[in-house]
């Protein structure tokens, strides 16, 4: 899975944009295919596309394919390789925002994904480190992995994710808390689901 940012003039628009990519606007107005996408709306596209804008555009995407734009309008953020059993899963895009000071408790997810910090800052704690994680950083996390997030700063922390899952999640949520306790804790954190795209490679 790569991660990359792309900008675009006003009035102007973007060669290839990857396939089988999740695309999130960060700021601006993207159109493709006849349909415009806003500020903290995400999309997928399933071959590759050119995009415009009519007021320019920050976006990222999260791209599933061997293919990625070598535009310089484009920066790799993250790059990482990962194994799937399966050559069928479905591939998710959403949003998580946690108010000031929320705990996501420790847990697992049932894929594997990037992740893209969009505001505030984060305290993640896994098993073999701790690091804290800034507006415009991105990090990795396999599948079933333990971690702990925990928000920063003042105002809404929120990240945006991309995860590659089984057939069998379509729908549902991926979240596991490891802890009964934590469990049964209030949960302060919110999730918005973009979308599920089952993905045949």
Same mark, same amino acid.
């Given at each position: 899975?790569?991660?990359?940012?792309?900008?675009?003039?006003?009035?102007?628009?973007?060669?290839? !944009?990857?396939?089988?990519?999740? &695309?999130?606007?960060?700021?601006?107005?993207?159109?493709?295919?006849?349909? =415009?996408? #806003?500020?903290?709306?995400? @999309?997928?596209?399933?071959? #590759?596309?050119?995009? $415009?804008? =009519?007021?320019?555009?920050?976006?990222?995407? @999260?791209?599933? $394919?061997?293919?990625?734009?070598?535009?310089?309008?484009?920066?790799?953020?993250?790059?990482?390789?990962?194994?799937?059993?399966?050559?069928?899963?479905?591939?998710?895009?959403?949003? !998580?925002?946690?108010?000031?000071?929320?705990?996501?408790?420790? /847990?697992?997810?049932?894929?594997?994904?990037?992740?893209?910090?969009?505001?505030?800052?984060?305290?993640?704690?896994?098993?073999? /480190?701790?690091?804290?994680?800034?507006?415009?950083?991105?990090?990795?996390?396999? !599948?079933?992995?333990?971690?702990?997030?925990?928000? %920063?700063?003042?105002?809404?922390?929120?990240?945006?994710?991309?995860?590659?899952?089984?057939?069998?999640?379509?729908?549902?949520?991926?979240?596991?808390?490891? &802890?009964?306790?934590?469990?049964? %804790?209030?949960?302060?954190?919110?999730? /918005?689901?973009?979308?599920?795209?089952?993905?045949?490679?």
């Amino acid at each position: 899975m790569k991660l990359s940012k792309f900008k675009i003039a006003a009035g102007e628009s973007l060669e290839k !944009v990857p396939a089988r990519g999740a &695309n999130f606007v960060c700021a601006g107005d993207v159109s493709v295919n006849g349909k =415009t996408y #806003e500020a903290e709306q995400g @999309f997928y596209t399933e071959h #590759e596309q050119s995009v $415009s804008s =009519t007021y320019g555009a920050h976006m990222i995407v @999260f791209s599933v $394919s061997d293919k990625a734009s070598s535009s310089p309008t484009t920066d790799l953020l993250l790059a990482q390789e990962f194994s799937w059993p399966e050559n069928e899963f479905v591939l998710r895009l959403d949003q !998580v925002s946690f108010p000031e000071g929320g705990i996501a408790y420790r /847990h697992i997810h049932a894929g594997a994904g990037i992740r893209y910090l969009a505001s505030g800052q984060l305290q993640i704690q896994s098993d073999h /480190h701790e690091q804290g994680i800034e507006v415009g950083a991105s990090w990795f996390e396999d !599948v079933n992995s333990p971690v702990k997030a925990v928000a %920063k700063g003042r105002g809404v922390t929120r990240f945006v994710r991309a995860l590659v899952l089984p057939l069998a999640f379509e729908g549902k949520s991926t979240i596991n808390y490891l &802890n009964s306790e934590d469990a049964e %804790k209030p949960k302060l954190q919110s999730n /918005h689901r973009f979308f599920d795209q089952i993905v045949r490679l």
